[in-house]
């Protein structure tokens, strides 16, 4: 691999100017096999990449807009690279997957309205989440409905899922909140695949972190 003279930002500076790196992913396969970071600082998140390949700004962009209309979050005026949850709060778990998807995806992805419902991945229930409001919280009911061996147990690790993954509260037997108790009916969807297969993502969530480690990318470094 050929070694080029980089005279941009510096990790040090850029943490100092974004807040620390809240999310890394090692390789955007939709641009240049860059990676792509997001930084956090008082609530704002920043979409950061040290490469500087022709149609990066354009590439960050794109990201940004997906964290918008996948993840509910609100664009900073007058920026490209910046957005925050109107709550106010993080949501650190939640967002790592959300960042994944958004790299992820075709930038003209249209983000779905459609019921939240998805089979299950170990049987054949199918979950759904319902959110409504009430005491002025926003609440996610999870059902399930269909056959399985025992599922009773099972709605029960799913829901075990949403508290691990999205760092919500459970507040009734099948009812959980964000922290924030705002409504994030988007974040509820990115979380749905992953609530179902807490072991898988463990391992899944553990390969990401070895392949960052193992690459330059997870200093925010990539072939330019």
């Excluded at 962009?61 to 925050?84: C, D, F, H, W």
């Excluded at 507040?171 to 924030?180: I, M």
Aim: glycine residues 8%; proline residues 4%.
């Amino acid at each position: 691999m050929k070694l080029v003279s980089y005279d941009g930002p510096r990790p040090k500076d850029v943490i100092a100017k974004y807040g620390r790196c809240l999310e890394l992913v090692p390789t955007d396969k939709r641009f240049n096999e860059i990676s792509v970071g997001l930084y956090v600082k008082n609530s704002v998140f920043t979409v950061w990449s040290f490469s500087t390949k022709p149609g990066i700004e354009k590439r960050i962009k794109e990201i940004r807009g997906l964290l918008v209309s996948l993840g509910g979050m609100t664009p900073v005026t007058g920026t490209y690279n910046q957005a925050k949850f109107e709550c106010g709060l993080i949501h650190s778990r939640p967002v790592r997957f959300l960042l994944s998807q958004a790299v992820g995806k075709d930038p003209e992805y249209a983000s779905n309205t459609a019921a939240m419902v998805i089979k299950d991945s170990k049987s054949n229930l199918i979950i759904k989440a319902e959110g409504f409001d009430r005491d002025n919280t926003r609440r996610y009911q999870i059902s399930a409905s269909g056959e399985a061996k025992n599922p009773a147990m099972r709605l029960r690790m799913i829901i075990a899922g949403f508290s691990k993954y999205g760092e919500m509260d459970k507040t009734g037997d099948q009812e959980v909140t964000f922290e924030c108790r705002r409504n994030h009916d988007e974040l509820l969807r990115i979380l749905l695949p992953y609530s179902r297969n807490v072991s898988s993502v463990e391992t899944m969530m553990q390969a990401e972190s070895m392949r960052g480690q193992m690459t330059t990318s997870t200093l925010g470094f990539s072939q330019t």
